[in-house]
Every structure is written in C-alpha cells, then in structure tokens.
C-alpha cells in the first residue's frame, strides 16, 4: 500500500483486497459496481459537495483544509479522485470512468444549497478573514474578540478558493512594526499614510478600493514597489502582470488573486478603463459565452488593484477619481542592494510588518463603526476607513488623499482635451447653453488634435465621462430640452 492521504478508505470498501489490489475484474464488468461507481463511492465517503453562488459545484476535503476543489481542471477534483483510486484499489482508473464519475458528482452537488466562496479575504460576523494560503487551512481573523485584535485559528468558518496564483503568506509576528516597510519601499511622506490605510483597506472585501497608481521617476522602483505590496498580502508565482489587450485577458488576470498589479503600463484604453471601475465597485460585466449561443458569462469581481508607469492625469472620467496615486522616491545609488540581498532583507523583516500591519488593522477596524468625518471624497468607504487610521495613528491620512484626488482630477481635466477646451470656454463666458454640435463648434480648436471628436454626439459622450473632473475644478454640465422646441441642450456654469 502507497503512503497516500487515502490511504484510510482502503479500510471502507469491500472491493479492496487490503493489498491494494481490488477484487474481480472491473474491466470487463464482473463485478457488483462499476469503476465509476466506485469513484463515486470514494468522492463521497472523503469529500463533501457543494456549489458556490454562481452555480459551479466543488468539494471540500472532510479532513483537510476548508478549500473548495473544483471539479475539473488543474488542481481539481478529478487528479485527487484519480489519487484515492489508486491508493485504495491498486490501479489506474479510465478516463472515461473518471468522466462519468464527475458528472454524477456535478449532478449531486447542484442539489445541494449555494454556499460562498472566497478568495484570499473574506468577512465572517465580526470578523475580517485572511487565507493564509498553507496546507493545513489556516486563516487570520481580524476582529473585537480576538486578542490584540487578531488571531490565527487552525479552522476556517467559510470556504476558500484557491488558485496557482494564491501563494502562502508567513507566519505574523505579534507586536511587528509597519514601518519596517519604508526600508524596502520608498514613497513620500504625504503620501505613506494613503499607503497605509490602502493596506488596511486590502484586508476588507465588502468596500470599493481605490485604484493605486505607482508615479515616480525612472529608476525609484515602482515594479519593486507593486511587487512588495502584493508579496505582504497576496503573494503568489507571479506577482506583476502585464497590461492586458482585451476584456477576456483582463478577466484572465484578475481572477486567480486578490491584488492585481499590472505593470509598465503606458496607456489605458476606454474598456480597460471601465473594467477597472468595475473591479473598484465590484459591478458585473455580462458577456456571451465563448463557444455558446445563448449562455452568459458574468465577470463580477471586486479586486484591489495597482497600475505601475503611469501618468495618473492620463487616466479620465470615473477611474480617475477611483484612484489613490502614491509617489515612488528614486533610490540614491549608493543605497542600492542587489536581488539576492533585497529578497534575503525582505523575508526576514516581512512577518513583522504583516503583524505591524494586523495590529494597526485591529484598532482602526474596532473604531471604524464610530467614525462620522465632516466630509467624505467619492470612495467613501475608503475616506471613513482613513478618519479611523487618522483617529489610531494621529496623522492625516484622509486630508492627504482628498488633496492627492483634487490633484488627480486637475491633471484628468488637463490632460483630456474636452475637458480642457469646456473649462476654457467657461472661464471665458462664465455660463455656455446650447446643443452638442454648437459645443462642438464653439470648443474645436485650431489645428483640431489626433482623437477630438468628430460629432456631435461623439463630443456629448466624452463630455460626460469627464463630469466628475469638471465638477472638481468648478464646472457644472447639465443636460435638458429647450422650452418650445424640444431640443437636446447642454447647459455649462461655475460652482464654488
């Protein structure tokens, strides 16, 4: 008998002779069960089914961790069942046995209740759960009623979904110290503690996240930077990915991790730019799926996301005021180390900044419900979660950011030339009325720039992506009919 994890069901099953080796010749049917059958028996005796919220059947290891197998593909149910058949009975199940097991199975589970599903962070009651990652299931939960504000439990209390991009985090050390990553990171002061509070806010799944863009010169570490910052929450093979060409290729990139970071990015396409707003709130994109006729795929998914090289001003309409850009200090080069130094000094100060990083997490998650700011930015949540680091910590963390996003926006509003040519017809009238192609007659500029639009209507679409930059920089655009005539007008005007 092989030394296997399944090797106490060979004890369960009559078919097997207590060598390994099964009774009767399965192959040509003389037996009182198929071999499909069997592998049933053995999925069901060692796993429970189950299905998540949208409907895909898993199953759990009774005695292991609390993990949601899939039932096929890489890492799924399938090789584990194969494993257990040959332990218990001595030899190699057909793929077709296999096959018809696992649609008896999918049958079973889709009978079962929908359960949750999560990926690397989660919340239970009170408390806000982290995947550790490991074999043996572990979690932290971060909580009121935990010591210190959180503790690691050997048992999770919901299910997790894992995927090759979902690394082990280390073992946190109790009383660590956050700082300790300013020497492996460096970012400004006005901006370290956006930083921060973005880490805390990492640990949330159920509040949007702002998108964190990376700026600094040539040479300050930004891909370095992202790295260290995936590495400390949701490490994994491949930290960096690169920007992705299409919806599907997005899809493809956020959906086996928690942090996303996409790196040298030199510009972001209108669909991407919608895809990470999406990302940001969590909203659904419903497509058709591939190889179907009438079946759809949703992409639903909240993610914490950071975009390296990148112009923020470059970023326009709704993203733009998703994001919390941290400036990147170019390292003196007297002070750089080499690979093999900076990786040696990291894994050895990183479980005291996870712990420095939990600690801090406790205290501003057990005030956050008693938090009222006097004035909150568009990420809301994200502004309330900084008040609390503020009232912990004593800095200014949501000053910093409201001011980093008025910054944001001045530079979306310069950097798109709609935007720009609007502002400037408003400085100089004060208050503009009238249709999209009178817009566009009064704001086309002379020679006309590569992408201006060429209607009327192309020129109303990009003028309502850029809304909210407007309205920061004192522009209100208001949409209505004209009294007698019905037609479409834009009314443009000064706020404070």
């Known amino acids: 008998m092989s030394s296997s994890k399944y090797a106490d069901l060979a004890a369960l099953f009559p078919g097997n002779n207590g060598d390994g080796t099964a009774t009767g010749d399965p192959e040509t049917g003389r037996r009182d069960t198929t071999i499909a059958m069997q592998l049933v028996e053995l999925a069901e005796a060692r796993y429970e089914l189950g299905r998540s919220l949208d409907g895909t059947a898993h199953a759990v290891d009774k005695h292991g961790p609390a993990v949601a197998l899939p039932l096929r593909g890489a890492g799924g149910l399938r090789a584990s069942l194969a494993d257990a058949y040959m332990t218990v009975y001595g030899r190699v199940p057909s793929s077709a046995s296999l096959t018809d097991a696992l649609a008896v199975l999918e049958g079973r589970a889709q009978r079962t209740d929908r359960r949750p599903v999560h990926l690397r962070v989660a919340r239970h009651c009170d408390d806000r759960l982290v995947d550790m990652g490991d074999e043996a299931g572990h979690v932290i939960a971060i909580g009121p009623d935990h010591p210190g504000g959180w503790q690691l439990l050997d048992r999770s209390p919901v299910l997790w979904r894992r995927s090759r991009l979902t690394g082990e985090l280390p073992e946190p050390t109790r009383g660590g110290d956050i700082e300790l990553l300013r020497r492996h990171i460096r970012v400004s002061d006005d901006t370290w503690p956006v930083l921060v509070g973005w880490l805390v806010a990492g640990l949330d799944p159920d509040i949007p996240h702002p998108v964190m863009p990376l700026t600094g010169p ?90 390296t090289s990148i112009d923020p001003g470059a970023l326009r309409g709704d993203l733009a005021e998703r994001l919390a850009p941290v400036e990147v200090r170019r390292i003196p080069d007297r002070e750089r180390l080499d690979e093999d130094a900076m990786e040696a000094a990291w894994a050895a100060d990183r479980p005291a900044i996870l712990g420095g990083l939990l600690d801090l997490a406790g205290e501003v ?83 006309v720039p590569r992408g201006w639009p060429s209607s009327p209507r192309g020129l109303s679409g990009r003028l309502r992506r850029a809304e909210e930059p407007l309205r920061s920089v004192g522009i209100e655009v208001a949409y209505g009919r004209q009294a007698g005539t019905g037609r479409r007008i834009i009314s443009l005007s000064r706020t404070e």
């Not at 790295?227 to 599907?248: K, Y």
């Not at 899809?251 to 790196?263: H, I, P, Q, R, T």
């Not at 057990?366 to 938090?371: A, K, Q, S, W, Y």
């Not at 249709?435 to 566009?440: I, K, S």
């Open 218 to 307: 040539q040479g300050a570490g930004k891909s370095t930077t992202a790295r260290r910052l995936v590495d400390l929450l949701d490490p994994g093979p491949a930290p960096l990915r690169t920007s992705p060409r299409s919806v599907e290729d997005w899809a493809v990139a956020a959906a086996g991790s928690w942090f996303v970071a996409l790196d040298n990015v030199s510009t972001i396409p209108e669909w991407l730019s919608d895809a990470l707003c999406r990302a940001v709130t969590g909203d659904g994109l419903v497509r058709r799926a591939l190889y179907t006729d009438n079946e759809l795929a949703v992409l639903a998914f909240r993610r914490v996301v950071i975009i």
């Open 365 to 447: 998650y057990e005030r956050l419900p008693n938090v009222r700011p006097d004035r909150l930015p568009r990420m809301a949540d994200f502004g309330r979660l900084l008040a609390a680091l503020d009232d912990v910590t004593g800095w200014d963390a949501l000053d910093k950011y409201l001011d980093l996003s008025g910054q944001v926006m001045v530079a979306a509003v310069d950097d798109d030339p709609v935007a720009s040519a609007v502002r400037d017809l408003v400085q100089r009238v004060g208050t503009w009325t009238g249709t999209a192609a009178e817009l566009l007659e009064a704001t086309t500029p002379d020679p």
